[in-house]
Structure formats: C-alpha cells, structure tokens
C-alpha cells in the first residue's frame, strides 16, 4: 500500500518517454482534501537541483495541492531554462487540475526530479509537459494507481518501494520512496512522498516530519555521497475524523519512514552486505551518530566487509577520527555477535565470526549512555561497475 | 638519494622476519651530528599506535639521535604489551648505540611503525629486538645504506620512495617516504624521515617542518581513511657549515616533501588514475582546500574518473556540500582541459575531454583569488580487490 492508501488521496503513474528504458517516468500525487496541509524536508546540498528550488518557496507557506515527481532526469546544474521547466511543470500541472474541477494555483503544485545531473533541456521539457494533462486524467484512489505513482519515480532502483500503516485510532499513513545511489545524509538521493488523512495542522505535521527523518532517512549513509535532489513530503488531507495524538502519529511516522528507509538501503546500488553500525555507550546522541558515520564512510572499512573480513582495526581507527568522547584505550567493537576488540585491544578469535547479507557492527565507547544506528553498504566491485558506467 | 644524502647520517636496513614475503623490514636511520635537533608531526588520528605514543613523548624536547622502523606490523591497538615492545625497541637500540661508543638513552629513539593494525605480539617484538644489534652495527652513509632504509619500510609499496635536493649553500635535505593506502590527512599512512646538514636551530625546524607537511602530504588524500601511524620526521645535524636562509630552507624542504607526496600518491593502492584537484578563485586558502578535498572525497566522482567519464555534475554536487564561500550558480569546472561546466550549467561538450593517467580537474569558484590543490586516486576494482582481501 503506498500514497493511496489513506483517504483523500489520488495518483498516477505513466511514460512520458524520459527514459530509454521506456517504463513509468512521470508520476503526479494529488491531496483531494479536505485539508492541504503540507510538511517538506530538502537536501541540505548548497547546489540544488531547480525543482527542489522551486519546492521550497512553493512549500513554504505550508500548503500544496499536488506533487509532480519525474525520472528520467534530475533537472539539476540546467541553468535559467530549467528553472523554468520546473515552473512550466506547476503551472501546466496547476491548470489541467482547475480544468478537471479543482481550482488550483502553480505554488500550490510541489515539482520533484531525479536521474542524471545536467538532463533537462528541451526534450526532457516537451516531454513532462505534454504528458501532465494525460496524467492528471489518469489519477485515482486505488492501489493501483499508488504502485503506478511509484513504478515512475525509479531510475536505478530494482523495485519500487511503499510503505503504510493504520493507527489504532483509524486514521492511516501511507508512502513510496526511491533511492538507489548518492544515498547520504541530508537526506540521501531519495525522494519520498508520505500521504495521511489524519487530521494534523501544519505545525505538527512540520514537526512529526522533521523528528522522523531525523531518526530513518537522515541515518542512511550507503556512499557518503549527498544528492542535489533529495525531498520528502509529507501530505495531511484530513479526511479522517479520528482524534489525532500527536506524539502516536509521529511515532507511525517513523515506522513508515524506518520502512522506506531499509528498503532503500536493501536495493543500495551494488551492495552486497546492508551494514548497521551502532554506536552505544556514547557521551550524546549525537556523538553516536558522529561515530557511527564515521565509520559508515571508510572505504577501508566498507572494502574489509565486502572480503567479509572482520577488521576491527579500521573501525577503531576511524572512531579515532571523531571528535566524539571516549578514551582511546576502552573501546569496544562487536561484528556479528562477536566482541573482536575488547578495550582497543583483539579478543575474542576474528575467524569466529560469520557472515551473511546482514552485517552488525556494534562499538561500545563506555563514555555514557547514549546510542544510534546509521546504515550503510559495503564497497564492492558491482558498486565501481555501476557508477563508473552510470551515466555513459 | 635518500636519508644519507646529507653529511652526518648513517643508515640500514635488513630482514627480521616480520614479513612472510622475506623482504627487509626493519630499518634505522642516525644523526651522527654534531646537532641532533629533531622536529616531528604525527597523525591527528586519537587512537594513535604505540610508536606515535613513545614518538610523540621522546621528540617533545626537541632531540633525538635515531630513528627505528619496521614494517610488517603497525603495532597499533596491540594494548599494553605493544607498548612496552616500542619501550623496548628503543632502549634495546639505546644499548647498542652506546656499545658502539655513542653515548644514547632510550629517549633519543623515536620509532616508527607500519603493517597491519592488531599486529604486535610475542614474535613481533622478539624479531625485532634480537636484530636491532645486527641492524646498529649493519649502518653506514652510503647511498646503498640509504637506500636498504627505505626499502625495509615499505608494505604494499611497489617501490622505495626517496628524494634529496641541495641548496645553492652547499647544504643537503634527503628523505625516505612509505605509504601506498590509507592516505587521507593528518597525514596519511605514511612514515617519512627527512635528514638535512643544514644548521638549523630546532624551533626553525619544527616550523619549516609543519609548514612544508601542511602544503605537500596533507594534501594528500587518496581515500579519506586516517591512519594510526602517521609520523613525519626531520633530523638536523648541522655538519654543513653553510649558513641557512630559513625562507629558502623551507621552500627546499617543501620540494622534498612534494617529490616524496608525489611518489606516494603515483604508488596508491589500486589506482588508474591519479587525480589532482585544483580549486582556484577561492575566498581563502583553507576554502579551495575544502572544496578540492570534498571531491577528492566523493567516492561517485572517484568510481566515474576510473570509468574516464567526465562527470562534472558530481564534482558541483561535492563542492555544494562544503561550508565555503560561493555562487551556487557560478561555478566552473575543468576537466584535462575542457570546461565542461561553466556557470554551474554545461559548457563544452564532455566527448572532447580525453583520458590520461594523470586526470587535472580545476574548479573555479569565482569567490576570490586562492587556490590550492588536492590530490587523489580513482575508485577503482583494484582498490576494492586490494582492500578486502589485505588482511587475509
């Protein structure tokens, strides 16, 4: 179940002829309402993509009507002219919605792109316009309709990935979500739409959106490699009539986002370990964070994995990095339930430890109390093939 | 020309059996005097190995009379007991000193060590210290001495790395480097010793040192993974009478250390190209050497060099995530000598830009007038394949 799972909510996916593949790349999520209360995270990039330009100022008041996502091209180092595709892209977006009966302004249309960097010239543009009025005729409230929407947001993802849950208290939180590669913090190169009808006013919709994140996409890290592109959108249309307990509805959305999270991470461009590198008995939060990022970023360490090579050593030499607080004399790292490294020293026997596609790495600072988790994938030869060849 | 390029140094190198592969591994240099000034920087990494600890403490007074290193083990999160095997080392070496009529306590031995990180057990230390006798009483100052110096410290090296020049005084600066992987700043795995026979007072040594590391091996970064090892060493003796212009004396100092860099960088585990990011038109100096190290770091831009695809897309996206001073939509990008970005857009078309084995690529930031350049290695099949099976 994906966008269309809560009440309030339509969408579409088809080709619009972006990709040489010839499969879904426009993708268009309407908020039916009654309630158009928006929420909206981007990547913390200093050189955005124009749509993602164009979406913060469109989502700044807290209202949208729609998302427009497109594969095929990520509209981003394109200059003036694709600033203006983005914006043709709302307005064009904007008009076919008010000639089907929904009165409706560009600014109120959020525009979302992904694919190669410097795709977006006049084809790409003819191709997404020509295709909205098509799209937006072909929205509905089914299942269906939901997987189509995000069929057409994937480029190098191998399926297409959704995510929903019903409350106790009725009121449902559904998203899709695509991201294969450049996966790194502030967000990753994901976009993400998650749709509710439960009845949440724009701040605390804000809020519950920012905690979440927080906590799931912003902890995924497969390459260190942070995209121009990154957006997740969160969408009340309040169709629901069930009361709303705020700090229930945030913990849901964190189910939601941790759901897309490790499906994202599973289909890591050519991954073949999914790492969880958790960082316990830390001085903070975000000590723990540091350490476990810091760690997730070794290529040293993410080549080690992919041999299935328990080397502690690296992990160890990349905590020393940090500006985390711990004594460099008693830490403690566990791969696979097996404590290799007990006061930076070896312990228990390396060639105990065994490996399947899931690898857990466990470093225990004794500087406190704090923990956290950031995930990542290994360094392998299919990830060299795959971005060495990407864009030829 | 190596560390006995200079008046006042002899050197060895032999086998201990600290290596399966048989080759020399245990190497000592000597500053015969009459000076024995020393100055020394080491790893910012805070889980430093044992010899950065002993190193550290023994060159703080500013003297030393020798240096001991080995390869074949790093000696590093070996606890305790690694520890007191570097006390050893230096004081076994001390004795024999001593014995053959150099007066030295333990604290005049700074020692290095390289290899795999865990490695430094019974054999380790009983190899090294039953041969430290041979190895004192194996010294010389020939070239060939200088020479078996550098060769008993390399690891996964494919050649010794030594550089000398002499100064229009009449005084020389000679030097050994090692390091092949594991090559990020503050350092870098590297172990350097620089000898000079230039009278230079020991503070004007520390400063030369710091400011001639700080524009040559730290701006090495071939993949973003910090060492526990790191030590640069530069040994005075002060047998030249010429007098020294220390501005001329750092800048000599700086062609050592970059000819050594150089050496390093073209030797890099697994590379295909080596790569030398220059940004320019920045608004300071600490500004172009973020931007450069950012893409230096960008394991999407390193896996596309390899593939020789000119993908400026992941260089812009790489500067966007640094905290300098710039236009997101100024930027320009040249690579091997055709800017296919300019203004942030595309510019000359990507298919004119032709591949060697040494890849130029200089960003323009148009925020003012510095530059500095950062070099590094593409992501390639071979790291990966070095990498995770190194420990094995």
Same mark, same amino acid.
């Given at each position: 179940?994906?966008?269309?799972?809560?009440?309030?909510?339509?969408?579409?996916?088809?080709?619009?002829?972006?990709?040489?593949?010839?499969? #879904?790349?426009?993708?268009?999520?309407?908020?039916?309402?009654?309630?158009?209360?928006?929420?909206?995270?981007?990547?913390?990039?200093?050189?955005?993509?124009?749509?993602?330009?164009?979406?913060?100022?469109?989502?700044?008041?807290?209202?949208?009507?729609?998302?427009?996502?497109?594969?095929?091209?990520?509209?981003?180092?394109?200059?003036?002219?694709?600033?203006?595709?983005?914006?043709?892209?709302?307005?064009?977006?904007?008009?076919?919605?008010?000639?089907?009966?929904?009165?409706?302004?560009?600014?109120? =249309?959020?525009?979302?792109?992904?694919?190669?960097?410097?795709?977006?010239?006049?084809?790409?543009?003819?191709?997404?316009?020509?295709?909205?009025?098509?799209?937006?005729?072909?929205?509905?409230?089914?299942?269906?309709?939901?997987?189509?929407?995000?069929?057409?947001?994937?480029?190098?993802?191998?399926?297409?990935?959704?995510?929903?849950?019903?409350?106790?208290?009725?009121?449902?939180?559904?998203?899709?979500?695509?991201?294969?590669?450049?996966?790194?913090?502030?967000?990753?190169?994901?976009?993400?739409?998650?749709?509710?009808?439960? #009845?949440?006013?724009?701040?605390?919709?804000?809020?519950?959106?920012?905690?979440?994140?927080?906590?799931?996409?912003?902890?995924?890290? /497969?390459?260190?490699?942070?995209?121009?592109?990154?957006?997740?959108?969160?969408?009340?249309?309040?169709?629901?009539?069930?009361?709303?307990?705020?700090?229930?509805?945030?913990?849901?959305?964190?189910?939601?986002?941790?759901?897309?999270?490790?499906?994202?991470?599973?289909?890591?461009?050519?991954?073949?370990?999914?790492?969880?590198?958790?960082?316990?008995?830390?001085?903070?939060?975000?000590?723990?964070?540091?350490?476990?990022?810091?760690?997730?970023?070794?290529?040293?360490?993410?080549?080690?994995?992919?041999?299935?090579?328990?080397?502690?050593?690296?992990?160890?030499?990349?905590?020393?990095?940090?500006?985390?607080?711990?004594?460099?004399?008693?830490?403690?790292? /566990?791969?696979?339930?097996?404590?290799?490294? #007990?006061?930076?020293?070896?312990?228990?026997?390396?060639?105990?430890?065994?490996?399947?596609?899931?690898?857990?790495?466990? =470093?225990?600072?004794?500087?406190? /109390?704090?923990?956290? /988790?950031?995930?990542?994938?290994?360094?392998?030869?299919?990830?060299?093939?795959?971005?060495?060849?990407?864009?030829?």
């Amino acid at each position: 179940m994906s966008v269309t799972a809560p009440l309030g909510f339509s969408a579409a996916g088809l080709t619009a002829g972006l990709k040489p593949s010839g499969t #879904k790349d426009l993708s268009l999520v309407i908020n039916t309402g009654p309630s158009d209360a928006v929420a909206a995270v981007y990547t913390s990039n200093r050189c955005k993509a124009n749509p993602v330009l164009w979406s913060q100022k469109a989502s700044a008041d807290g209202h949208a009507r729609a998302v427009v996502l497109n594969s095929g091209g990520a509209n981003c180092y394109t200059g003036d002219f694709g600033y203006e595709t983005t914006t043709l892209t709302a307005q064009t977006t904007a008009e076919a919605l008010t000639a089907a009966g929904t009165d409706t302004k560009p600014e109120d =249309i959020l525009v979302c792109s992904t694919g190669l960097i410097g795709v977006g010239g006049q084809g790409f543009r003819d191709a997404i316009l020509s295709h909205l009025p098509p799209l937006v005729a072909a929205t509905d409230t089914t299942v269906e309709a939901g997987q189509d929407a995000a069929e057409a947001i994937m480029t190098t993802d191998t399926v297409a990935k959704t995510a929903s849950r019903e409350s106790t208290a009725g009121y449902t939180i559904g998203g899709m979500a695509k991201g294969a590669g450049m996966l790194a913090p502030g967000l990753a190169t994901m976009l993400v739409v998650i749709n509710t009808d439960a #009845k949440v006013d724009q701040p605390a919709l804000d809020q519950a959106l920012r905690a979440a994140t927080n906590q799931s996409f912003d902890r995924l890290d /497969t390459d260190g490699c942070m995209s121009t592109n990154d957006t997740v959108i969160l969408m009340s249309s309040g169709a629901h009539d069930a009361a709303v307990d705020t700090q229930e509805f945030t913990s849901l959305l964190r189910e939601v986002c941790l759901d897309l999270m490790h499906q994202l991470h599973v289909d890591a461009e050519g991954a073949h370990h999914d790492i969880a590198i958790t960082t316990r008995g830390a001085a903070s939060e975000a000590d723990a964070v540091e350490v476990s990022r810091s760690v997730a970023r070794s290529a040293l360490f993410k080549a080690a994995i992919f041999g299935e090579d328990p080397n502690w050593g690296r992990v160890v030499a990349q905590v020393g990095t940090t500006a985390a607080a711990f004594d460099p004399t008693a830490i403690d790292v /566990t791969i696979n339930g097996v404590q290799v490294c #007990k006061a930076s020293g070896p312990y228990e026997d390396p060639e105990r430890v065994t490996f399947e596609r899931s690898v857990d790495v466990v =470093i225990d600072l004794h500087a406190g /109390t704090d923990t956290a /988790t950031v995930w990542t994938s290994d360094l392998t030869h299919d990830y060299v093939e795959e971005n060495s060849a990407y864009s030829s």
